[in-house]
């Protein structure tokens, strides 16, 4: 896979997302244009985050996952994801993709780990 044109502000996310109201819970982002599956959609930004709260990602900084915990607060679109266990995009780091076709309209989510599903 080439390297992703980063897309962090919400004007260069635009031309990708948008946010309105979801069926799943409150606002959600959803695909302003048909997405392929594996399209990079766009890097997901914020300050960091000491601790766990509304918008906040957890990403792990090593492949294997044995490393550090960082968290990023969301400051762009991209904030407005809500979890499914049916998800059409995930992480890679906080860059995100679309694991299926992704339609015009449809709302983008991703899986918010074993933790939160056990949650619900």
């Given at each position: 896979?080439?390297?992703?044109?980063?897309?962090?502000?919400?004007?260069?996310?635009?031309?990708?997302?948008?946010?309105?109201?979801?069926?799943?819970?409150?606002?959600?982002l959803f695909a302003?244009?048909?997405?392929?599956?594996?399209?990079?959609?766009?890097?997901?930004?914020?300050?960091?985050?000491?601790?766990?709260?509304?918008?906040v990602l957890w990403?792990?900084?090593?492949?294997?996952?044995?490393?550090?915990?960082?968290?990023?607060?969301?400051?762009?679109?991209?904030?407005?994801?809500?979890?499914?266990?049916?998800?059409?995009?995930?992480?890679?780091?906080?860059?995100?993709?679309?694991?299926?076709?992704?339609?015009?309209?449809?709302?983008?989510?991703?899986?918010?780990?074993?933790?939160?599903?056990?949650?619900?």
């Amino acid at each position: 896979m080439k390297p992703p044109v980063t897309r962090i502000s919400n004007r260069d996310l635009g031309e990708w997302v948008y946010s309105s109201e979801s069926s799943i819970h409150g606002t959600g982002l959803f695909a302003a244009r048909d997405i392929p599956a594996g399209t990079y959609i766009g890097t997901y930004h914020g300050p960091r985050a000491t601790r766990n709260g509304m918008y906040v990602l957890w990403v792990c900084e090593s492949e294997d996952g044995d490393g550090e915990w960082v968290g990023c607060s969301g400051r762009n679109l991209l904030r407005y994801l809500n979890h499914s266990a049916e998800c059409n995009a995930e992480f890679d780091g906080l860059d995100l993709y679309a694991i299926k076709d992704i339609t015009r309209d449809e709302e983008i989510t991703f899986y918010y780990g074993d933790e939160f599903h056990e949650e619900v």
